[in-house]
C-alpha cells in the first residue's frame, strides 16, 4: 500500500471516529466535560476543544470540571487568556448532565474527579490504557499520538468546524507543550494538527503565555530545590518541601532534566495534604509513567508517558514521619527498578 493510499485510510478513520462521537451526543442537552485533576495546556486544549465541537455540531452546552489548581503561570496565563471558567468536581451535580465525557485521561486512574458510581459516555485519551473502559460507549485512546489536543484538532477540522483563534492558540500550545517543543517522539498527525492550527494562533498571546511573569516565591522554591538536589549515578532528586504551586514539581524535574549527568529525575514535593511526585527521563526504556505506577503502588495513584510521569500519595496523618516514609518507599521502589543500590546522595552544588 502507498503512502498516499495509507495517509487516505487513517484520514477516512478518523472522520469515522467523530461522526460516531456526534451521532452518540445527538439529542443531548448538557455535557460534562472532565479532563485530568490539575489540568494543563494538554488537557485543557483537548477540553475546550470537544466542548467547541458539541457546541458547534450540535448545539449541545457543556461544563469544564476538573479539580485541583492550575499551577504553573504559563498555564495560569493561557487561562487567563482563554477566559476560561472552570467548576470544581466538588461541587457538581452529576444528575444535571445527560453525557459525560473524560479526556486526556481515563475514568478509574484516579488522576481524575469523575466518582466511581458514574459512568462515562465518553473518553478520549492518548495515554496508556490503564483505566476502566468498560461500558464506555465511545472510546478512542491513541498510543501512537503526543497528545490529546491533535486528536480533538483531528475532529474539529474532519467535522467542518470552523476553529477560533482563541481556541487554536490553546490546542496549539496543548501540542507543544505535551511533545516538550517536539523533543519527545512525536508523530506525523502531531506535526500536520500543529502546522494546520499554526497560521490561526495568536503569537502575541503565545509569546506572553510563554513567558509568563514569575512571582518571587518561585526562587525561594527553586532555591531549595538546588540546595537539596543530589545525584545517585545519573539519577537526580530533588525535595521541594511544602509548596504553594504544585505546579513546581513538575517544572522543576524539567529543569533538573537539563543537569549534566543526569539521566533521570526525581521531585517530590507536599501540596494540600498530599505528598506530590514527578519524574522525568530522557531514555524511553526507563518508562516513567511504568515506573511511577509501581513506586507509588496502592499508596495512591499515578500515571504517565515514557518519558515524564507524575503521582500523588495522600498524607492521612498530616505527619513529617508519614511523609518520609512514604519518600522512603517510593525512592526505594524506583532504585529497585533502575538498579541502583547503596548509593550515597552527591549534592549537585554547595548553596549558601
Do not use: W
Amino acid at each position: 500500500m502507498s503512502k498516499s493510499v495509507l495517509s487516505l485510510s487513517v484520514e477516512n478513520m478518523a472522520k469515522k471516529k467523530v461522526e460516531k462521537l456526534l451521532a452518540l451526543a445527538k439529542g443531548k442537552k448538557h455535557a460534562l466535560i472532565m479532563p485530568h485533576d490539575y489540568a494543563d495546556p494538554d488537557a485543557i486544549g483537548a477540553a475546550l476543544g470537544l466542548k467547541t465541537l458539541l457546541a458547534k455540531k450540535l448545539g449541545i452546552d457543556a461544563t469544564v470540571s476538573f479539580n485541583g489548581v492550575v499551577g504553573r503561570q504559563e498555564n495560569c496565563m493561557l487561562c487567563e487568556y482563554l477566559g476560561l471558567q472552570v467548576f470544581p468536581a466538588d461541587g457538581l451535580d452529576y444528575d444535571s448532565y445527560d453525557l459525560i465525557a473524560i479526556v486526556d485521561c481515563q475514568p478509574g486512574t484516579g488522576n481524575n474527579s469523575l466518582p466511581e458510581e458514574r459512568q462515562a459516555d465518553i473518553v478520549v485519551d492518548h495515554h496508556p490504557v490503564e483505566g476502566d473502559l468498560e461500558g464506555v460507549k465511545f472510546v478512542d485512546v491513541r498510543l501512537d499520538y503526543g497528545s490529546s489536543s491533535t486528536i480533538l484538532t483531528e475532529y474539529l477540522l474532519d467535522a467542518g468546524v470552523s476553529i477560533s483563534t482563541e481556541l487554536a492558540t490553546a490546542l496549539l500550545y496543548g501540542i507543544k507543550t505535551d511533545a516538550m517543543n517536539f523533543t519527545r517522539k512525536t508523530k506525523e498527525s502531531d506535526i500536520r494538527m500543529y502546522l494546520a492550527l499554526f497560521n490561526l494562533i495568536d503569537n502575541d498571546a503565545l509569546s506572553r503565555i510563554e513567558s509568563a511573569g514569575l512571582p518571587r516565591e518561585y526562587f525561594q522554591v527553586l532555591r531549595n530545590a538546588v540546595e537539596d538536589a543530589g545525584t545517585y549515578d545519573d539519577v537526580l532528586v530533588s525535595d521541594l518541601g511544602e509548596l504553594d504551586n504544585p505546579g513546581m514539581i513538575g517544572e522543576l524535574a524539567d529543569l533538573f532534566l537539563r543537569a549534566e549527568g543526569s539521566g533521570t529525575v526525581l521531585c517530590f514535593g507536599v501540596y494540600d495534604g498530599k505528598l506530590m511526585i514527578s519524574i522525568r527521563s530522557l531514555d524511553p526504556k526507563v518508562h516513567a509513567g511504568r515506573i511511577i505506577r509501581y513506586a507509588v503502588g496502592r499508596r495512591g495513584t499515578a500515571g504517565g508517558h515514557a518519558t515524564m510521569a507524575g503521582g500523588q500519595i495522600p498524607l492521612l496523618k498530616d505527619t513529617k514521619k508519614e511523609e518520609e516514609e512514604h519518600r522512603k518507599a517510593v525512592l526505594d521502589r524506583v532504585f529497585s527498578k533502575l538498579s541502583i543500590e547503596g548509593k550515597r546522595k552527591k549534592k549537585i552544588t554547595k548553596c549558601t
